[in-house]
């Protein structure tokens, strides 16, 4: 078993000894010394710095930058604790506890080594390493600076200040000149450490990729708010004259931010949220800025011309809360613009897309070329979750695999707990969270669409392929029959004819049972033609030599006067009965009903489909209704992926046509 560090333990139970006895002589001072918001805050700043700089040194225990932040909060313990003992025994209870002016040495005297810890973190962030050798001569003298510095700042004769300016510096003072020559020195060579600290992040980041980059953006995202911090306190002492709750505020959080964004740098923990952050602190710096312009706009405004009453702060209230979604919308849109180009193109790509979408120029299956485009990744693919069949499909419906490999990533569409598709992408676009999240979400509903129009058609097409298979049975049992009826009743009865007229020829001549017999075979023959009838009835014989020829058959044994011009081209036996059926029912229907004189009955291939045209020049006024043959012929053709229209104007004849999708 790995055995743990001692360092960082001993450094995180000193810190919380020093806490815990600080606060405790601080409730024993009765109020005098610092107020609550400062003591909590000083708490706050000290328990995340150590409890940062914790976690680094014992998950990380090759990485300095864990014990300097546990170095800098106890620093800040010891400073906190140290005036709280000056404030107690001085002030508080004079002579309860001795050392009360070394306490306070200690308290106004090491501010140097504040700034010293978080120097030495930027020369080693973020691997806990100089950038390079070339950098350690440079380090050092850093270091003996601040050094030099702490220990200077502690025999300078300057007075204490506040409620202590009566008490005497316990530690012997050095001449002014000489204080004065070693702080300047120290100072400026502390100060070049400090700019040589933020230079070496700049060339770190500049040159640095993937991880290391966002490591170094988290770290500036965190500095940056340092000068934030430092424009809050001006304008705050500009409106008010003297720093406030607004000054502690910014400062507090800064002082948290940093340690925090050390930590989350370094164990890389939610990394890539770092364009997010960055995004959001923008949009509501803006956002923040914007309304407060415009509350004090108009509360001045509102004030000169009512005398300061209550109607304008009123006013000025609900002037802010009616700017602060379009304000939002508008800041999100510059910061997008300005500061993050990937989000907005990526985002105005999708909102173009939406909007053809509800003009209906743009399908919703085209989400993924759309999604593809504005996120940069060619191979992007959506892949559509159908929960019934439990698969993914592809815009078009094919069942597909969503595809895992090295250098992609898989990023899941829910609207709500639902899974609506998956999204395979280059796993680069992970790295930047707020880009494929915010782009993804645009597109949700489109998404939604497209998926419910692909589960439609996919039921339709199972509907489509059920019908097909049930025409199928049907023509298969067609067949069937006719076989049965060829096969087996019409040639038993054949036999039987032929043996009635073998006996019929053994009788001697005269004889009565002669005739009967030819009686006999003549009701025989005709039960012959009733079932070759049927039999053509379930599947027309004439078919066995192609649909032309079954066509001009069946012209022919019709009392109308038809043209046929029909292709010699064979078909599907599917479609050619289909065909043959609906010209056998609109003929009939000619015959029956519509007077007619004529018929022209035309078959052929176009645009990859059987289409079959019977017309004629009858009195027209026909229609589909329930029960009817074509109703029925209707049903057997859209089985077939095919369509049966009806031309038939009153007083102008019928054109019944038909087009079946045939293979090429």
């Not at 805050?41 to 680094?56: E, I």
């Not at 054109?655 to 999708?661: G, K, Q, R």
């Amino acid at each position: 078993m790995r055995e743990r560090p001692i360092l960082p333990w001993a450094l995180a139970g000193l810190t919380v000894v020093v806490l815990a006895f600080g606060l405790v002589l601080t409730a024993l001072s009765d109020g005098r010394g610092d107020g609550a918001v400062q003591i909590v805050a000083w708490m706050l700043v000290t328990l995340t710095s150590s409890g940062v700089g914790f976690v680094l040194a014992t998950r990380r225990p090759g990485n300095l930058i864990g014990l300097l932040l546990q170095a800098n909060a106890l620093t800040l313990a010891i400073v906190g604790a140290a005036d709280a003992y000056a404030t107690y025994t001085i002030l508080a209870d004079p002579g309860a506890l001795p050392g009360g002016e070394w306490a306070l040495v200690v308290t106004d005297r090491t501010w140097p080594l504040l700034f010293a810890w978080i120097t030495a973190v930027a020369f080693v962030f973020p691997d806990g390493r100089l950038p390079s050798p070339r950098w350690r001569p440079f380090a050092i003298t850093v270091g003996v600076a601040f050094a030099v510095l702490a220990l200077t700042v502690l025999f300078e004769s300057a007075p204490f200040t506040g409620a202590f300016a009566s008490i005497e510096n316990p530690v012997p003072t050095l001449h002014d000149a000489l204080t004065d020559v070693l702080v300047t020195l120290s100072g400026l060579v502390a100060l070049a450490g400090v700019i040589g600290a933020a230079v070496t992040v700049r060339r770190r980041l500049k040159r640095s990729t993937g991880v290391e980059r966002l490591q170094l953006r988290w770290l500036a995202f965190a500095a940056a708010l340092i000068p934030t911090s430092v424009v809050v306190c001006l304008a705050e002492i500009a409106i008010t004259g003297d720093d406030g709750p607004a000054t502690m505020a910014a400062f507090l959080i800064t002082a948290l931010a940093i340690p925090l964004a050390i930590g989350v740098a370094v164990m890389r923990y939610r990394l890539y949220e770092i364009d997010r952050l960055v995004n959001r602190t923008l949009v509501y710096a803006l956002l923040t800025a914007t309304l407060a312009a415009t509350y004090a706009a108009v509360a001045l405004v509102l004030g000169t011309g009512l005398g300061g009453s209550s109607v304008s702060t009123a006013a000025a209230t609900l002037a802010v809360a009616l700017l602060f979604g379009p304000a939002r919308q508008r800041a999100q849109l510059v910061v997008d613009r300005r500061f993050d180009r990937a989000r907005y193109e990526a985002l105005r790509k999708v909102e173009e897309f939406l909007a053809d979408l509800r003009a209906g120029r743009a399908a919703p299956e085209s989400v993924g070329d759309v999604l593809a485009d504005a996120l940069a990744d060619p191979t992007l693919t959506v892949a559509f979750w159908l929960p019934d069949p439990g698969h993914h499909v592809d815009a078009v419906g094919r069942v597909i695999t969503v595809p895992r490999a090295p250098g992609r990533a898989v990023t899941p569409i829910r609207r709500g707990e639902a899974l609506l598709a998956d999204v395979a992408h280059d796993e680069i676009l992970t790295e930047h969270p707020d880009v494929l999240d915010s782009t993804l979400g645009a597109a949700g509903l489109a998404i939604e669409i497209a998926r419910l129009r692909v589960e439609v058609r996919r039921r339709l097409a199972e509907v489509e392929d059920s019908r097909a298979r049930i025409v199928l049975a049907s023509y298969e049992e067609r067949r069937r029959l006719e076989r049965d009826l060829h096969d087996g009743a019409q040639q038993r009865l054949v036999s039987i004819g032929l043996a009635l007229r073998h006996v019929q020829a053994r009788l001697p001549g005269g004889a009565a049972e002669r005739d009967e017999l030819d009686d006999v075979v003549s009701e025989v023959t005709q039960a012959i033609g009733e079932l070759r009838e049927l039999a053509r009835g379930v599947r027309p014989a004439g078919l066995d030599d192609g649909l032309a020829t079954a066509l001009r058959g069946l012209a022919a044994r019709s009392a109308l006067r038809i043209r046929v011009s029909a292709s010699d081209e064979r078909f599907d036996e599917r479609v050619e009965t289909a065909a043959y059926f609906v010209a056998s029912e609109a003929l009939a229907n000619a015959a029956k009903h519509s007077k007619a004189s004529g018929v022209k009955l035309s078959a052929g291939r176009r645009n990859g489909s059987l289409v079959l045209s019977v017309s004629d020049d009858g009195v027209g006024g026909a229609r589909v209704t329930d029960g009817s043959g074509l109703a029925g012929l209707t049903d057997r053709v859209a089985a077939l992926g095919g369509r049966l229209a009806i031309d038939s104007p009153p007083g102008a004849g019928t054109t019944v046509t038909v087009e079946l999708p045939c293979a090429s």
